[in-house]
Structures are given as structure tokens and as C-alpha cells.
């Protein structure tokens, strides 16, 4: 089972940049993808964007190209999420997950996103 | 897009009773469709995928039925545990979309 830990809370000006770290473990980092999800404050899920760590290739909600950026350092079997030119919009909970087919990891981006990380609070705020 | 819309927003239920819950696409998924449970405080956490099938772990209460673009969750007999938002999530066209999710809470 893939278990995922995430960085601690921002606090960010807008118009700054953040980058959220989320470490994998339990299973070999090239056998899935890991999947990027925000929730603003009572808000719903919003999926952000995709990174398959084996192919190097990343996918992104359209919303958000050219802000965000995804990548993945399999030495440390660390995805990144970095997100610019932040607004007061941006404030949310960021979740990592990993991609899973049929109850196991995979690689697939129309995997579904299980488990999760605990999230990252990121808050935007002059 | 393929936007996916719950019903109802909000269902309230006592424990014991049978909750029934809705997720309509704007087109067809087949049954690419997943449900997943976010308790407050924590992160959601998936049920049932690919329509009806249950997550590793998941109790047999928990049940998900539809194809094209009618699905349903339903949770035969509400625990205290229970008691939280879901969330529908197709993955049959890109992007993958949410639904805006559905709150179960007590009566």
C-alpha cells in the first residue's frame, strides 16, 4: 500500500509562488502516478493536475497551465507541486494521491486517486 | 467537459436507515465512475470505483450501481461513522471532474 506524506502549511503573499512536497512509500515510485486535488474552504474537489513519474509526463487542468508545475525526483520518491502568481483564490487544502487501477498502483493517468495525502493548507493572504 | 451533478446537496438520516445518493454526468461515462468519502479534517478517501466496485477495506454496507450516465451510492445501514460528504469523480474523458459532492448528516 502506497502511503503518502505531505509538507506543512504556507503561508504565501500574493503574487508569490509556492511548492508543496508530497513523499511516496510503501511501493516502487515508477509503478503509479500521483494525482494533485485542492478544496478551498468549503468548497468541493478540484483536481489540479497530473504527473506520471516513469514517463516524466504531466498533465494539467487547464485552468492552470501556465501557474502550475509538476515534477517528481524518483531518488527521493518526492512529487512537487508549484504553483505562481498567487491570488486569494488560491487558498485551499492541497492533496497529493496515488493513481490506482483495480485496487492496485498504477501508472495509468485514469487511475483513481487512492490513498490520499493529508493535504497542505495554503494560504494566501497580504 | 463532463460535469457530474449529486443529489440531493444535503441528506439527512438517522443511523440505521438506508441512504440513497445521486450522481448524474452530462454525457456518458460508462462506468468510469468513482465515489469517495471525506470525513472533516481529513483528506476523502475512495469507496467504490469503475461503478461497483468496493475499495480495499471498505464495508459491504457500502454499494455503487449505475453505467452511462446515471449512478448510485447507496449505504444500507447508516453508522455514527458514516456521516460525512461524498463525492462522485468520472475518469472516462479528460479532464477528470468531481461532482460538487453530497453531505449526510443526522437527523
Known amino acids: 500500500q502506497v502511503h503518502l506524506v505531505q509538507s506543512g502549511a504556507e503561508v504565501k503573499k500574493p503574487g508569490s509562488s509556492v511548492k508543496v512536497s508530497c513523499t511516496a512509500s510503501?511501493?516502487?515510485?515508477?509503478?503509479?502516478?500521483i494525482h494533485w486535488v485542492r478544496q478551498a474552504p468549503g468548497q468541493g474537489l478540484e483536481w489540479v493536475g497530473t504527473i506520471i513519474p516513469v514517463f516524466k509526463t504531466t498533465n494539467y487542468e487547464q485552468r492552470f497551465q501556465g501557474r502550475v508545475t509538476i515534477t517528481a525526483d524518483e531518488s527521493t520518491t518526492t512529487a512537487y507541486m508549484e504553483l505562481s502568481s498567487l491570488t486569494s483564490d488560491d487558498t485551499a487544502m492541497y492533496y497529493c494521491a496515488s493513481g490506482a487501477c483495480g485496487g492496485a498502483p498504477c501508472s495509468s493517468p485514469y487511475g483513481w486517486f487512492d490513498p490520499w495525502g493529508p493535504g497542505t493548507l495554503v494560504t494566501v493572504s497580504s | 467537459e463532463i460535469v457530474l451533478t449529486q443529489s440531493p446537496a444535503t441528506l439527512s438520516l438517522s443511523p440505521g436507515e438506508r441512504a440513497t445518493l445521486s450522481c448524474r454526468a452530462s454525457q456518458s461515462v460508462s462506468s468510469y465512475l468513482a465515489w469517495y468519502q471525506q470525513k472533516p479534517g481529513q483528506a476523502p478517501r475512495l469507496l467504490i470505483y469503475?461503478?461497483?466496485k468496493r475499495a480495499t477495506g471498505i464495508p459491504a454496507r457500502f454499494s455503487g450501481s449505475g453505467s452511462g450516465t446515471d449512478f448510485t451510492l447507496t449505504i444500507s445501514g447508516l453508522e455514527p461513522e458514516d456521516f460525512a460528504v461524498y463525492y462522485c469523480q468520472q475518469r472516462s474523458n479528460w479532464p477528470g471532474t468531481f461532482g460538487g459532492g453530497t453531505k449526510v448528516d443526522i437527523k
Open positions: 469503475d461503478a461497483s
Open positions: 510503501g511501493n516502487p515510485f515508477s509503478s503509479f502516478a
